[in-house]
């Protein structure tokens, strides 16, 4: 039977342009293809830029910016030395041990020295009171314990100082920390893992186990574990191959998607080494997801060129025909795609905007891999076997087929769910999981829903575990900081100020969660002036009379050495200061809870018109996290809001047709609610991180909806029936929508295996996205257009007819 196969005169033109020039622009592309190369080679570095994960626009980086020099690095990290036989520290074994990982840890490039602190440090000190006066000496004074006897003396000097146990020794008495803040620009967080593991394990002893903690260590473990990251990408690209050879059952059916894949690969990476993006290895699985987009296209243009190819028996015809027909969708498919990706910019997050920018231009680059260099490479390389492309598409009535494997078994459950009556079954079922589910998850989903170490590593990862003991044993492993900004030099100085101070501790101790306790000026104070009488606990507090806080201050300056004072005051003018609490636990929504607080807290003070001091929120860890949450949060939604408004309007103006662009958005959307459902399921947190892939997946699902709904559309304009159309539609593009998406899923599969929890959540949320975003295509597009029948334009410009036999 013959048929009238109608292409654009513009898109064939385009295609024998390339042909006929197909040397040149080989050339061209080989050697912007190498110059990128060479860019990736020479520049792309994998690592951790701190800075990038900061919104710098966001109040509490701002306040962070301006106070870290003087108050210090949020990022702190903390080595906890611990007992193992049950006995305490107090001995001079454990105490020798505690001032070599002090001083070791001092010699680790990015540690900030003035944030260094241990029970051994100078700048912990004691309050000793004689017959020459009080005096503020190290804790630790005059040198390390090396009897048992001076070691129990220590012991007792340990219980008459306030502020030691519980921040410095662990209530129980059998660990202590050793606190050292790390510089952003300054560590190197692949040499602080070596070289804190090795600090560590000189240390270590059959009596003596280390726990490493703090937000460095963190992200040193997953810089660590990138070598790992890289054997499970090997093993992803290995799966992939052997699934394409699987398919075509020949070498260029492998070769040109994986060459495909490269180039792309190779453009978007060497764009972003020119432009200086590092690639975070927590988003190392991104790139996978993009080259997967690369095998996705090249796979259904190469199979739509092996059907061509069956039916007119000429290469050049087949190429011709084959790539003018999918040159529309698959432009507004990438194009699509780059914009998509392009929203995670919204997002004032330098590392989301970095990685918004070289992943568009890497999906864009797409089309030249693809669109461009696919036809040039058939032409000079492949001819294919026309026995072995006529039996692979030789069959397109799917509910007439004999054979039954599971490939066709499905596709058929799949062409029935679509039919005359259960269409409307189909659809109905997805409306109501769209507004159901979608309720559902909008209220349940949170950012940021466990904590920065919970959401990456397992809970028995030995940075969990120290993290753990940091919560259970000490007052707390993670900082909320409020900086009280003084009005006037010497603000601090004054009673009203420390009266702030003092009742800001307290409020925090008593209204915000989690607290195990706090730190400030208002504690040094106090604990001074009940020296001045004898040490009575009713004389802890703050003196009334000016003159005593003068002579206190006085002291304090005389007995601290430069920069012991920055964590509490700023010097030599004593204009600003802060508290810091320790919470032992937190999440998004316990550390919106606390800022609400503490802001009525600030409101109150900033009423009071003799107040020399405005509070300002927040620094610190928790108050980093806040910020970065809070972007998260609105960017989340305002990401998938801009993505199906753009969808919508390309695919109106593309198909022209306001009902093919609700069409495609219907499965979309499906698939988004089915993601955010099992993350709710799954506890995966949506924060930093998880971000990206919201997006990128997005993007995946309107590939295959594009493909698909132009092959129904071509299919319906071929034969002026509906189910014919299905049929042609599920048979070709759906096969290998079919394929492409279980080939990604199987191989994200294997990050499942991943040591790190977050690349594991990952993999199995790619994994089934991969599946909802086939399963969704392939069902509802014909389902919904068999009930709103979308009437396409069939005269999209001037076009020529190919007859086929």
């Not at 033109?13 to 080989?30: A, G, T």
């Not at 660590?224 to 398919?247: D, E, K, N, S």
């Not at 090249?298 to 739509?304: A, F, I, K, P, T």
Request: some cysteine; charged content about 20%.
């Amino acid at each position: 039977m013959a048929m009238q196969k109608r292409i654009s005169v513009f898109w064939a033109n385009l295609i024998r342009f390339q042909l006929k020039n197909r040397l040149l622009i080989l050339v061209l592309i080989s050697a912007l293809t190498l110059l990128s190369g060479y860019f990736m080679v020479k520049s792309l570095e994998i690592k951790t830029d701190f800075f990038e994960l900061y919104p710098p626009n966001h109040e509490y980086i701002k306040l962070y910016k301006e106070f870290r020099k003087m108050f210090g690095s949020a990022n702190v990290l903390t080595i906890i030395l611990e007992r193992e036989d049950g006995k305490d520290i107090y001995n001079p074994v454990t105490l020798k041990k505690v001032n070599e990982l002090t001083l070791g840890i001092l010699k680790i490039k990015g540690c900030n020295p003035i944030q260094v602190s241990s029970i051994s440090h100078p700048r912990v000190k004691k309050l000793e009171l004689s017959y020459q006066g009080i005096s503020m000496l190290p804790l630790m004074w005059p040198k390390v314990p090396e009897t048992s006897a001076a070691s129990e003396k220590f012991k007792k000097t340990v219980y008459s100082n306030k502020g030691i146990r519980g921040f410095y020794i662990s209530l129980d008495n059998k660990s202590t920390a050793i606190y050292a803040g790390f510089w952003e620009e300054g560590v190197d967080l692949l040499n602080l893992f070596k070289e804190v593991h090795k600090l560590t394990s000189s240390i270590e002893d059959e009596n003596h186990k280390c726990y490493i903690a703090g937000y460095p260590m963190l992200y040193a473990w997953v810089n660590h574990y990138r070598h790992q990251v890289y054997i499970i990408l090997c093993i992803t690209a290995g799966a992939m191959i052997f699934l394409l050879i699987f398919y075509f059952k020949n070498i260029h059916g492998v070769a040109i998607p994986v060459v495909s894949a490269i180039v792309s690969a190779l453009w978007g990476l060497g764009f972003a080494s020119v432009l200086g993006i590092n690639i975070d290895p927590l988003l190392l699985v991104v790139p996978v997801l993009l080259s997967a987009r690369a095998l996705s296209h090249s796979c259904q243009c190469l199979e739509r060129f092996h059907q061509e190819y069956a039916e007119c028996r000429n290469k050049d015809e087949a190429i011709i025909t084959a790539y003018s027909a999918l040159y529309p969708p698959a432009i507004l498919a990438i194009i699509t795609d780059g914009l998509g990706v392009l929203t995670i910019a919204i997002a004032t997050i330098p590392l989301m905007q970095k990685l918004a920018y070289f992943s568009s231009f890497w999906i864009i680059s797409i089309f030249v891999a693809v669109m461009i260099l696919n036809p040039i490479i058939i032409s000079f390389f492949y001819t294919p076997s026309l026995e072995k492309v006529a039996k692979k598409t030789e069959h397109t009535d799917i509910a007439n087929l004999e054979k039954k494997n599971i490939y066709i078994l499905f596709l058929r459950a799949i062409y029935r769910m679509s039919g005359r009556r259960t269409k409307w079954i189909t659809t109905g079922a997805a409306f109501v999981l769209i507004f159901v589910g979608g309720y559902y998850t909008t209220h349940y989903l949170k950012v940021g829903d466990s904590s920065a170490g919970g959401a990456i590593l397992y809970p028995d990862h030995p940075y969990n575990i120290a993290m753990q003991k940091m919560n259970s044993n000490f007052a707390g492993a993670s900082r909320l900081v409020v900086v009280l900004e003084g009005k006037e030099k010497g603000a601090m100085k004054a009673r009203e100020s420390l009266k702030i101070l003092e009742d800001l501790a307290w409020f925090m101790k008593e209204y915000v969660q989690n607290v195990g306790g706090t730190l400030s000026l208002a504690d040094l104070v106090r604990k001074v002036y009940s020296m001045y009488h004898e040490g009575y606990p009713k004389w802890d507090m703050i003196p009334k009379s000016e003159m005593s806080l003068e002579q206190i201050f006085f002291l304090l300056s005389a007995s601290m050495a430069t920069g012991e004072m920055d964590q509490f005051v700023s010097l030599p003018d004593y204009t600003n200061s802060n508290v810091t609490a320790f919470l032992r636990d937190y999440d998004h929504e316990s550390i919106k809870e606390a800022i609400a607080k503490l802001t009525e807290f600030k409101e109150a003070v900033a009423a009071d018109p003799d107040s020399k001091i405005n509070i300002r929120l927040a620094a610190g860890i928790l108050g980093i996290l806040a910020a970065v949450n809070d972007e998260v949060e609105w960017s989340y939604w305002a990401t998938l809001i801009v993505i199906f408004i753009t969808t919508f309007i390309l695919c109106s103006i593309t198909y022209r047709s306001f009902k093919a662009a609700i069409i495609l958005l219907v499965p979309l959307a499906v698939s988004q609610v089915l993601c955010e459902i099992i993350m709710l399921i799954f506890h995966i947190p949506l924060n930093i991180d998880s971000l990206p892939f919201t997006a990128i997946g997005v993007g995946v699902g309107i590939d295959y909806g594009i493909y698909l709904m132009s092959r129904l559309k071509e299919g319906w304009l071929l034969t002026d029936d509906f189910d014919k159309a299905r049929m042609i539609a599920l048979s070709t593009p759906g096969r290998v929508i079919m394929f492409t998406a279980l080939t990604l899923a199987i191989g994200v599969g294997f990050w499942v295996f991943s040591t790190m929890k977050f690349s594991a959540e990952m993999g199995l949320l790619i994994l089934l996205l991969m599946v909802f975003n086939m399963v969704s295509a392939l069902v509802l597009i014909p389902a919904f257009s068999g009930i709103i029948k979308p009437v396409f334009v069939k005269n999209m410009g001037k076009g020529v007819a190919l007859e086929l036999k």
